[in-house]
């Protein structure tokens, strides 16, 4: 069994290690065809940057994505440079130039990588996911019986920020850079994935196709991981089988399929402020000239946040959306499970955590605003700030850096919820929903608790949980998620996730049951 | 300002020191010898097997202390003198203290056993056995056997431990079913079968005869007393219960039997000394409880209730029903009231169990009043306050069980199994029971 999951492990590693490779291979041309169709698109009017390419880059052989890039860039940079100087404003590309520079790598692609896509996604996806199958399933017989199984956790150098931690982080740090801000130089990613883009919307892959089905693939491995693990749980069970679901669904499949329909591209389970960019004009323009469904999906939008999400979290507690049905949730609950004892558990991080997830929700809130207000005005600014950078910066400082760089990218080293904790606007407007009216609550069962502290160590949100149990209160917390693995891991059956009547769902208590009636009475009173 | 001295940073000595903490503004210092912080011995296990880290275990944070002027000494008490109200330490330095109390917990037992004082032999219990622990079974390699002696809670723990590490277990146990004199027939078999399922040599009914050292004085084996086997070891974990550790106070004028000589307020014979949890024993019996009874929770509860008394709210200790709770590997134990290993007279006991043999629930209760008197519970979780009002308000076991629902505390989509209980019963008593659909009225309401 042992061998299995080494051999597992290695062609993990292979299939890795040829997904990685292919940032640095394949051979580039540019066609006159394409060139004129990107400028087109793109509206450009440079006529610096127009001949530049067309002398430099047009129909010439380029051996990697980054020597590429680099001359169209260069070019860009140059072109802005001068117009700028020039004051010529209406030449000036404002288009990001690794966007620019994607639109033409994307299709330009030629040789060998382009010939054998199939044969690519076998070696890249194709090993990973074998590798990895082959790595989780034998522990079906290595954990032994059904039963929380944490052996070995604080002594393994991948899930104790060991050296195997932390260049884990690294490569996902560097995986979140590449595709958020530089996705020219993955374009190989995108082609091996062509056919199954194709065959769902009817259009090549783009870096997100690419986000969009690692995302769905890495989720569904890791979800094998977790009902082996959880084998004995069926909350757990049932519950990374909805985030599955609904990710696959819902954010992957249902917008793809959309726009083959020639449907705005809608995942209908993104909740704004998490969506943060639902209010913007771009996406406003695009829903309302879409016709009725474009309408259903801006009602539903705009219903999903102010009615469902409140009602669903007084009944059920925010879990509802965090661990059963968001993506980065899924990912986390996934991806993350084995690195969901990282999360910093004291009192400072908590206070931390209140002030940046609260402040995050503020942001989006003014930004939104900004948006609508000019949106309905058409002035550009408010109060002097240009509506255009509060997005702008909203979208890079939030949107990519903190949901997604450090998000997940630091899983390893800061555990599994660090954006969900610490940054999400949706996790911070359910958090007080949840906090002063709703139904859900982690009972803690009477005085049995030993204070022995795997909730608090196994609470990805950082939430000391052994500080209320031991005290035999029940737990009430704006950042509670709802995943159950407290009650997993209490070796005394003490914990219990309850959705119940308001009344006597906080209850502070100074002695605990077990003792003597009346002194438990008298001190509880006072 | 009056300074209460308490000797011990346990959960016993640590709960004496935050209720005194809430309910007034004495000096406090909290001494231990083991750690300065306060951590949770329970979860020492957890620390070995890798699913925590040390500080994981301790409770409080550091800051904890000084916010709530709780002063921590780290120490070990060489005598205690009542008349001067002072404590002389190790290191030659002294405390005076105003009220003391002692709770100073137990140590494993040990039973003159030729050997027992080898370097690798040692119990499961202080911080130090996790240090020794980790010195010499850190790998299967280091230790190529483990043997355990005693089959109690500490030494299926410290089967579980090893095994974490896939060291190889011998488990001698004297009884001839695991922890039969606490567990009924069909409880402990069950655990005897989950005990091998996870490859451990589970000897039953054998006692220990010696314990062999190689020439250089390492530890090399033991031998069993009814059959003469040898066993090579590289660790002996021993488990068979524990004493209170109250030797530093033999002659100090504080009455010691077994353990610190208490009334029911916890008062020793010396006015101003307390003891608390592990060490106490009481006087005169309370209920069925023994006297001495070294469980977490009791030792919390008398935490409690001293701090009432110093605190000038003098109070019995009274504790309430019994309860306590256990995991054995995968298996998780809760008992609330009285279940006997053989039915008392009077008494009739109920039992039924999954067919996966990995669940069971007994409940015993008076044969002709039909009150109930207790119930354990295997693999299944269940409801303190239902058990505990219960047992408070006198309840019947047919009403226990009509009410069985309200009870489950499994996490949710767990499979039920009450009603399989209920019509259990049913048949066996010729009883009419229908099963309540849980409600949650019934079971916030009573809070």
Redesign the interface.
């Known amino acids: 069994m042992k061998a299995i999951k080494t051999s597992g492990l290695v062609i993990f590693l292979i299939g890795l290690a040829f997904f990685t490779s292919l940032l640095f291979v394949g051979e580039y041309k540019v066609s006159q065809e394409t060139f004129e169709t990107v400028i087109k698109n793109k509206n450009i009017t440079s006529s610096w940057f127009i001949n530049g390419i067309q002398s430099k880059v047009v129909n010439k052989q380029f051996s990697s994505s980054f020597s590429l890039s680099k001359k169209i860039i260069s070019t860009l940079e140059a072109s802005n440079e001068l117009y700028r100087d020039k004051e010529e404003w209406g030449a000036i590309i404002y288009d990001k130039p690794h966007h620019v520079s994607y639109e033409l790598l994307k299709k330009s692609g030629t040789g060998w990588v382009i010939e054998n896509k199939g044969l690519l996604f076998f070696l890249t996806f194709g090993l990973g996911i074998l590798g990895a199958l082959l790595f989780i399933l034998p522990n079906v017989i290595l954990l032994?019986?059904?039963?929380?199984k944490?052996?070995?956790?604080?002594?393994?150098s991948a899930t104790n920020k060991g050296w195997i931690g932390i260049l884990t982080g690294f490569y996902l740090v560097g995986f979140y850079i590449l595709m958020y801000f530089y996705p020219d130089f993955i374009v190989n990613w995108t082609y091996i994935l062509d056919p199954i883009s194709k065959s769902l919307s009817g259009n090549p892959a783009s870096q997100w196709f690419v986000y969009g089905f690692l995302y769905c693939t890495v989720m569904t491995v890791m979800a094998v991981r977790m009902y082996i693990k959880y084998r004995?749980?069926?909350?757990q069970?049932?519950r990374t089988t909805s985030v599955l679901f609904f990710q696959i669904a819902f954010a992957f499949l249902i917008p793809e399929i959309l726009v083959r329909f020639n449907q705005p591209y809608y995942d209908f389970k993104n909740a704004f402020p998490l969506d943060y960019d639902f209010f913007f004009e771009w996406h406003l323009d695009g829903l309302i000239e879409s016709g009725n469904v474009g309408l259903f999906m801006l009602v539903w939008g705009i219903v999903l946040t102010l009615v469902i999400v409140p009602v669903m979290v007084y009944f059920y507690g925010k879990r509802w959306y965090c661990s059963w049905v968001c993506g980065c949730g899924g990912l986390a609950e996934t991806l993350g499970d084995p690195y969901r004892?990282l999360s910093d558990k004291?009192?400072n991080a908590w206070k931390v955590e209140r002030w940046l997830i609260h402040g995050v929700l503020v942001f989006v809130l003014l930004m939104t605003f900004a948006t609508l207000y000019t949106y309905f005005t058409g002035t550009a600014s408010i109060i002097g700030i240009p509506t255009y950078e509060l997005q702008h910066y909203y979208g890079f400082l939030i949107g990519s850096v903190f949901a997604g760089v450090i998000g997940t990218g630091f899983y390893p080293i800061i555990g599994n919820r660090v954006w969900c904790r610490f940054g999400c606007p949706l996790a911070a407007y359910m958090g007080l929903v949840q906090r002063f009216k709703s139904r859900f609550r982690i009972?803690t069962?009477?005085?049995?608790c030993?204070?022995?502290?795997?909730c608090?160590?196994y609470c990805e949100q950082g939430i000391d949980v052994?500080?209320y149990a031991?005290k035999g209160e029940n737990i009430v917390r704006a950042s509670c998620v709802g995943c159950?693995v407290c009650?997993?891991?209490c070796?005394?059956?003490v914990l219990?996730?309850e959705n119940?009547?308001e009344?006597?769902r906080i209850?502070p208590t100074?002695?605990?049951?077990?003792?003597?009636?009346?002194?438990?009475e008298?001190?509880n009173q006072k | 300002m009056e300074h209460i001295a308490i000797i011990g940073n346990g959960i016993s000595g640590v709960t004496a020191a935050r209720h005194i903490r809430k309910n007034s503004d004495k000096r406090i210092t909290l001494i231990s010898s083991e750690s300065k912080y306060f951590f949770a011995r329970t979860a020492l296990m957890y620390v070995y097997m890798g699913h925590m880290k040390f500080e994981h275990t301790a409770p409080y944070e550091k800051g904890f202390w000084k916010k709530n002027n709780i002063e921590l000494k780290k120490g070990f008490v060489n005598t205690v003198h009542p008349d001067k109200k002072q404590l002389d330490f190790t290191n030659g330095t002294i405390l005076k203290y105003d009220k003391l109390i002692i709770a100073s917990g137990s140590k494993p037992s040990k039973y003159g056993w030729k050997g027992q004082n080898l370097n690798r032999v040692f119990g499961m219990y202080h911080k130090q056995d996790l240090d020794k622990l980790e010195k010499f079974a850190p790998n299967k390699e280091v230790c190529q056997r483990a043997v355990i002696v005693g089959g109690g809670l500490i030494g299926i723990e410290l089967a579980e431990m090893l095994r974490s590490r896939e060291i190889p277990v011998t488990f001698l146990v004297r009884e001839n079913s695991f922890w039969n004199g606490v567990l009924p027939k069909e409880e402990s078999e069950m655990i005897n079968k989950h005990i091998e399922e996870h490859h451990i040599d589970l000897r039953l009914g054998v006692n220990l005869r010696e314990i062999k050292a190689a020439e250089n004085g390492q530890l090399k084996s033991v031998v069993i007393d009814e059959t003469g086997e040898e066993i090579l070891c590289d660790v002996i974990g021993v488990a068979a219960g524990v004493t209170p550790n109250v030797n530093f106070l033999r002659g100090s004028g504080i009455e010691v039997n077994r353990g610190i000589m208490v009334n029911r307020f916890l008062e020793t014979n010396i006015e101003g000394i307390y003891a608390i949890g592990d060490c106490a024993e009481q006087r005169e019996a309370i209920g069925q409880r023994r006297n001495i009874e070294a469980v977490w929770y009791t030792g919390r509860m008398m935490g409690e209730t001293v701090a009432q008394s110093i605190c000038g709210n003098k109070t019995k200790y009274k504790p309430g029903n019994w309860f306590n709770s256990a995991k054995f590997l995968d298996i998780e134990y809760q008992t609330y009231g009285w279940v006997w290993a053989e039915e008392k007279e009077n008494e009739t006991h109920f039992y039924w169990e999954h067919k996966d043999g990995k669940k069971c629930i007994r409940i015993n209760f008076d044969t002709e009043t039909h009150q109930f008197i207790g119930i354990n519970i295997f693999g299944i979780r269940m409801r303190h306050e239902f058990f505990d009002n219960a047992l408070n308000e006198k309840k019947t076991v047919e009403s226990v069980l009509t009410y069985l629902a309200d009870a489950n505390f499994d996490p949710e989509f767990y499979k039920k199994h009450e009603a399989e209980i209920v019509e259990k019963f049913n048949k066996e008593n010729g009883t009419n029971i229908i099963l309540k659909k849980k409600s949650w009225t019934r079971i916030f309401n009573k809070a």
């Open positions: 032994g019986k059904p039963g929380i944490n052996n070995g956790i604080y002594n393994s004995h749980d069926m909350y069970v049932i004892q004291s009192i009972t069962n009477g005085g049995q030993i204070s022995c502290g795997n608090s160590t052994r500080a031991q159950g009650v997993s891991v070796p005394r059956g219990k996730l119940g009547p009344k006597g209850n100074e002695i605990l049951r077990g003792n003597d009636v009346d002194l438990m008298l001190a």
